[in-house]
Nanobody, 123 residues
């Protein structure tokens, strides 16, 4: 089993940057593909980015391409989401998630979830 704890959220002005972190428990972190999702008020949870077990492959939602970067450190058992050029529409609770399967972007495809961290982008 994997426990995930996100951090790094906060309030930032449009155009600014934040780096989210997700710390994982357990010695099997490197066997999980990791992802970031987000959920804005009144909307469904949506895929943002994911990264393969070794970090060699990544994929992004169109809304994140060119602005967000996902990375991982398998020694520190941590996955990151660097978010640049933030927009007000990026305001949401951001969740990290773990899956044994690579290449999945559906919420139901992920086995473990963190509690989320709030990101608020002001205009």
């Amino acid at each position: 089993q994997v426990q995930l704890v996100e951090s790094g959220g906060g309030l930032v002005q449009a155009g600014g940057s934040l780096r989210l972190s997700c710390a994982a428990s357990g010695r099997t972190f490197s066997t999980y593909a990791m992802a970031w999702f987000r959920q804005a008020p009144g909307k469904e949870r949506e895929f943002v980015a994911h990264i393969s077990w070794s970090g060699g492959s990544t994929s992004y939602a169109d809304s994140a391409k060119g602005r967000f970067t996902i990375s991982r450190d398998n020694v520190k058992n941590t996955v990151y989401l660097q978010m640049n050029s933030l927009k007000t529409e990026d305001t949401a609770v951001y969740y990290c998630a773990a899956s044994r399967r690579w290449g999945r972007i559906g919420v139901a495809e992920y086995d473990y979830w963190g509690q989320g961290t709030q990101v608020t982008v002001s205009s």
